[in-house]
C-alpha cells in the first residue's frame, strides 16, 4: 500500500504496477528484512531448541511427543494444528526427524479412532453411530489413511467435548510413544504412503493403533434432518374424503 501510493513511474510503466512492480519491491524488501533482522533471532531459538530436543532422553521425549501429538490432533486440521505442523516442518530442515513422525501419527489417529470405534460398535452390535455419522466415517477413514483429519469434523460436531478430548489424549499417547521409541519421519506429510520411509515403521504403526483405542463417544443422536421433517408434520392437515 505504501509503495502503491508513494512510488511514482512513467506513464507507460503504470500498467506494470500491480503486476509486477510493487509485488516484486515489496518482495525484496520484506525477504532481507526476514533474512537480515527477523530471522536472525529466530535462528538462535531454532539451533537452542534443536540442540535441547537432541539431547532429551526417556520421560522428556515422551512429554514433547505427548504434547505435540496433543496440538496436532486437537482442532482436527484447525490453527492449533497448523502450529504444530509448521514447528515440525521446522525442525526437519534442522535435521531432526522424531516430530514429523509425531505430527503424521496424530493427524491420523482422529479418522482411525473413530472407524474403529465404529468397527467394535458392529461388532459388539451396540450404536454408537446414527446413519449420517456412519456414512462420514466411511468418508473420513480413506482421508485419515492419507493423513487429511478433516473428515471427522461433522462427527466430532455432535459429541464435542468426547470426541475432542478422546482424539487429543489418543494423539498425546500416540505422539508420546513415537518419540521415546526413536521414530522418525524424513518425509512431512502421506499418511501410511510414507511409513515405509520410516526409520521405525513397525514401531509407528503400533503407536497409531494405540493412540487410536482410545475413543469416547455417547449413544447415537437422531438425524437433525429426520428430526426437523418428524417436527414438520402436521396431521390436521389430513382429510379422508
Same mark, same amino acid.
Given at each position: 500500500l505504501?509503495?502503491?501510493?508513494?512510488?511514482k513511474v512513467p506513464k507507460w510503466a503504470e500498467g506494470l504496477m500491480p503486476m509486477m512492480i510493487v509485488p516484486t519491491i515489496?518482495?525484496?524488501?520484506?525477504?532481507?528484512?526476514?533474512?537480515?533482522?527477523?530471522?536472525?533471532?529466530?535462528?538462535?531459538?531454532?539451533?537452542?531448541?534443536?540442540?535441547?530436543?537432541?539431547?532429551?532422553?526417556?520421560?522428556?521425549?515422551?512429554?514433547?511427543?505427548?504434547i505435540m501429538g496433543g496440538m496436532a490432533a486437537f482442532d482436527f486440521g484447525g490453527p492449533v494444528n497448523k502450529v504444530a505442523s509448521l514447528f515440525a516442518d521446522g525442525l526437519l530442515l534442522e535435521g531432526v526427524q522424531g516430530p514429523e513422525a509425531v505430527k503424521i501419527l496424530a493427524s491420523m489417529v482422529p479418522p482411525f479412532g473413530v472407524t474403529l470405534s465404529y @468397527?467394535? !460398535?458392529?461388532?459388539?452390535?451396540?450404536?454408537?453411530? /446414527?446413519?449420517?455419522?456412519? +456414512?462420514?466415517?466411511k468418508i473420513?477413514?480413506?482421508?485419515?489413511?492419507?493423513?487429511?483429519?478433516?473428515?471427522?469434523?461433522?462427527?466430532?460436531?455432535?459429541?464435542?467435548?468426547?470426541?475432542?478430548?478422546?482424539?487429543?489424549a489418543g494423539a498425546a499417547i500416540g505422539g508420546g510413544l513415537s518419540m521415546m521409541w526413536g521414530v522418525e519421519s524424513p518425509v512431512p506429510s502421506g499418511g501410511m504412503f510414507i511409513v515405509p520411509a520410516m526409520n521405525k515403521p513397525l514401531q509407528f504403526c503400533l503407536a497409531l493403533a494405540i493412540g487410536s483405542v482410545i475413543i469416547l463417544k455417547k449413544k447415537? @443422536?437422531? !438425524?437433525?434432518?429426520?428430526?426437523?421433517?418428524?417436527? /414438520?408434520?402436521?396431521?390436521? +392437515?389430513?382429510?379422508?374424503?
Open positions: 505504501w509503495l502503491k501510493d508513494r512510488l515489496a518482495s525484496i524488501v520484506v525477504g532481507l528484512l526476514m533474512f537480515f533482522v527477523i530471522g536472525v533471532p529466530i535462528v538462535w531459538l531454532t539451533n537452542a531448541l534443536t540442540a535441547f530436543l537432541t539431547s532429551m532422553q526417556g520421560s522428556a521425549k515422551f512429554v514433547f511427543g505427548a @468397527a467394535l !460398535s458392529k461388532f459388539t452390535k451396540k450404536a454408537k453411530y /446414527n446413519k449420517e455419522e456412519e +456414512d462420514n466415517i473420513a477413514f480413506p482421508m485419515g489413511i492419507c493423513m487429511i483429519t478433516e473428515g471427522v469434523i461433522p462427527i466430532a460436531m455432535n459429541d464435542l467435548v468426547r470426541v475432542v478430548f478422546s482424539c487429543t447415537p @443422536a437422531e !438425524s437433525q434432518a429426520s428430526a426437523e421433517e418428524e417436527e /414438520n408434520i402436521d396431521f390436521s +392437515d389430513i382429510k379422508i374424503s
